[in-house]
């Protein structure tokens, strides 16, 4: 009996040998996991893939869920709804009904796009922002990274752009959703904001043969004028209508910035600076004479840029609190206007009247973000809904 169990052991057909083969079977299976895991994690390091596209792996067009979650993203792009900065809104995503919010906003060079998400869970959100070209066709610029629930992004070009937020599918939770916007460089004057700016990028010069080219920041003569970003000095002079003047190169953009009219200079060409150092003190030289004392502050690349936009400080978010939102409405008056931002001036999109249903996508201050039956995204005044 012992000669016939090596037998079949030595021959491939014993017991031990089964579990051997057993054994580097799944030893094999578990390398081959490693291995593509492996894989994936040393391709998304190099990638750096958004969390969109991580998410969307674990799913094919064949799971009708998922292809109905794409579609809505798909027809929320079509949105007409505009905002104004800075936004807040709070909500509910629906579990029932896939959830996509899609706005539109006017963003200025230098300008500095800050979105943050809060919800009260760990639903997986994806935020995903476009920008409108010449032919108001949408080129994906910035998309969040895994496990972040905020988005930041330097405006490099002027213009219309679309930012689209959408939670995995069957999120069931409550959301704040915040959009603002910050200035890229450091305020130029020291203790003053943009109350102190009184003369801005466009306006008239010389009985209207020229225009501003930057904007004046007013201050008492001697205030500190201080550098709006780390860089260096590359010369200080005192001629012409600026008078006593100071330009500054930022390594960051290959922007040159301009302090003209200054009292004094302190500065020197060649020296680096860090944000926050003075480079002179406010004045009035040059063609500024008969002027109250102020810095004209300027931007150039290869030509001239309004300045502002790189400098204003941050405006307060809009104050309001919601308990409880909901996901669903009724419209209860005889008609209810449907307008493309959150003012009454906004332009209307279509009527909505008595009893007609609609999906809440949102919360702002006095007006409920919803998408009706047929698809339209827009805004109703709150006390039209129940």
């Known amino acids: 009996m012992n000669d016939k169990l090596h037998l079949e052991n030595f021959t491939g057909h014993g017991p031990n040998h089964r579990r051997y083969l057993r054994y580097c079977l799944i030893l094999a299976l578990f390398l081959a996991l490693c291995s593509c895991k492996q894989m994936t994690s040393l391709s998304d390091a190099i990638t750096q893939p958004s ?64 979105v943050s998400l809060q919800t009260d869970s760990i639903t997986s959100s994806f935020l995903s922002l476009y920008k409108y070209d010449e032919s108001k066709k949408m080129d994906l610029l910035l998309e969040n990274k895994p496990n972040a629930s905020s988005l930041s992004y330097i405006i490099k ?27 890229t460089y450091y305020f130029p004057v020291s203790g003053k904001d943009n109350s102190a700016v009184q003369s801005f990028w466009g306006a008239p010069r010389a009985g209207g043969a020229r225009q501003h080219e930057g904007i004046d920041i007013f201050a008492a003569r001697g205030t500190p004028v201080v550098a709006a970003t780390d860089g260096r000095v590359v010369s200080t002079r005192n001629q012409g209508l600026g008078g006593k003047q100071v330009w500054l190169a930022d390594g960051l953009f290959g922007n040159r910035l301009y302090y003209a009219h200054l009292d004094s200079i302190i500065a020197s060409a060649g020296q680096k600076v860090t944000i926050g150092d003075t480079l002179g003190l406010v004045g009035n030289t040059g063609n500024a004479k008969t002027t109250a004392p102020h810095l004209h502050f300027g931007i150039y690349k290869s030509k001239a840029v309004d300045p502002y936009p790189f400098v204003k400080k941050i405006e307060p978010l809009p104050s309001f609190e919601l308990n409880n939102p909901t996901t669903g409405g009724i419209i209860k008056a005889a008609k209810a206007n449907v307008r493309q931002g959150n003012s009454v001036k906004s332009t209307k999109l279509k009527t909505l009247k008595e009893q007609d249903i609609v999906q809440i996508l949102g919360y702002t201050k006095n007006w409920v973000h919803v998408r009706d039956q047929n698809g339209t995204a827009g805004y109703v005044y709150k006390n039209l809904l129940q």
């Open 51 to 114: 969390a969109r596209e991580v998410y969307e792996r674990n799913y094919s067009l064949e799971n009708k869920a998922y292809a109905a979650w794409q579609n809505a993203f798909a027809n929320a792009l079509n949105d007409s709804v505009i905002i104004n900065l800075p936004y807040k809104q709070v909500g509910k995503f629906s579990s029932v009904e896939p959830t996509v919010l899609s706005f539109s906003l006017a963003l200025k060079e230098g300008e500095r796009l800050v």
């Open 157 to 183: 070009e002027s213009g219309m752009y679309k930012l689209v937020l959408q939670p995995q599918l069957f999120a069931n939770t409550e959301y704040t959703l915040l959009i603002r916007r910050r200035p």
